[in-house]
């Protein structure tokens, strides 16, 4: 399977970024806005709302705080991943902020197209995780902020 995998640097302390990651408004604040989560444990499951079939379904499966979080995809996005996608954040503090090392494994091949609209996607909601953590504000779905990406959910 293909893995899109992101490295940048956030202004911010590790335990900032963590919370963002890890709570229903972190997650509203730079990912979409209709966030729904249990307690944050291994096991947990976090449901996410953007629009059409893209409507993910996580469950916890690493949980470390501050240093890292991982989710394997469970449903609502067999389309855009497959079964048994993961993501893993990897959060290591550095002298001015926080290193995010970002890794998102597709459960299904996918086509080079398909892969490169994905990472695209990511590159923009890693961006808004960068801006809510250092400014408070962040470009979730829906942020009302022209330009506003789904994510993957035009990807088939």
Request: hydrophobic residues 45%; glycine residues 10%; proline residues 4%.
């Amino acid at each position: 399977m293909k893995t899109i995998h992101h490295v940048f640097e956030i202004a911010a302390p590790r335990e900032t970024v963590f919370r963002a990651l890890t709570t229903a408004d972190g997650l509203a604040g730079w990912w979409t806005t209709q966030v729904r989560m249990d307690d944050v444990v291994v096991g947990a499951r976090i449901d996410v709302t953007f629009r059409g079939p893209f409507n993910p379904r996580v469950r916890i499966t690493e949980f470390d705080p501050p240093a890292h979080v991982a989710w394997e995809g469970v449903a609502g996005y067999a389309v855009a991943w497959g079964a048994q996608t993961s993501i893993l954040f990897a959060l290591e503090a550095t002298s001015g902020g926080t290193r995010v090392r970002f890794w998102h494994q597709a459960g299904r091949e996918l086509s080079d197209d398909a892969m490169g609209a994905a990472t695209f996607n990511w590159g923009y909601y890693l961006d808004s995780l960068r801006l809510l953590c250092e400014t408070g504000r962040g470009k979730p779905f829906p942020s009302g902020t022209a330009g506003a990406r789904v994510g993957a959910s035009a990807i088939d």
